[in-house]
Nanobody
Framework: QVQLVESGGGLVQPGGSLRLSCAAS????????MKWYRQTPGKEREFIAG????????KYAESVKGRFTVSRDNRRKTVSLQMNSLKFEDTAVYYC???????????WGQGTQVTVAS
């Protein structure tokens, strides 16, 4: 059974940090590009960060570049998102996604809430 389980969300003050983790099981983790998305009510899910299968290439949305860092551990089958200098507008539900090269299969986690508030 394929599972992606996010954790690490919560309430943080502006300027603070959180580290999200996503634990994978039920599929061959290192075959998949891993991505993070976020979504706020009434808006489409937006891409935040992605990392290639070997961890060698990382991409970020402009809105988080320089503040967020994505990493993966293929032995532990996890992908993480270190979020620093958080802003009010980072408040969202954060999802991890596993995406096969070529796009013929993809899996989503259930999401974890991040709230930035003073």
């Amino acid at each position: 059974q394929v599972q992606l389980v996010e954790s690490g969300g919560g309430l943080v003050q502006p300027g603070g940090s959180l580290r999200l983790s996503c634990a994978a099981s039920g599929f061959t983790f290192h075959y998949y590009v891993m991505k993070w998305y976020r979504q706020t009510p009434g808006k489409e899910r937006e891409f935040i960060a992605g990392v290639t299968r070997d961890g060698g290439v990382k991409k970020y949305a402009e809105s988080v570049k320089g503040r967020f860092t994505v990493s993966r551990d293929n032995r532990r089958k996890t992908v993480s998102l270190q979020m620093n200098s958080l802003k009010f507008e980072d408040t969202a539900v954060y999802y991890c996604k596993a995406e096969a090269v070529g796009g013929n299969s993809a899996y989503w986690g259930q999401g974890t809430q991040v709230t930035v508030a003073s």
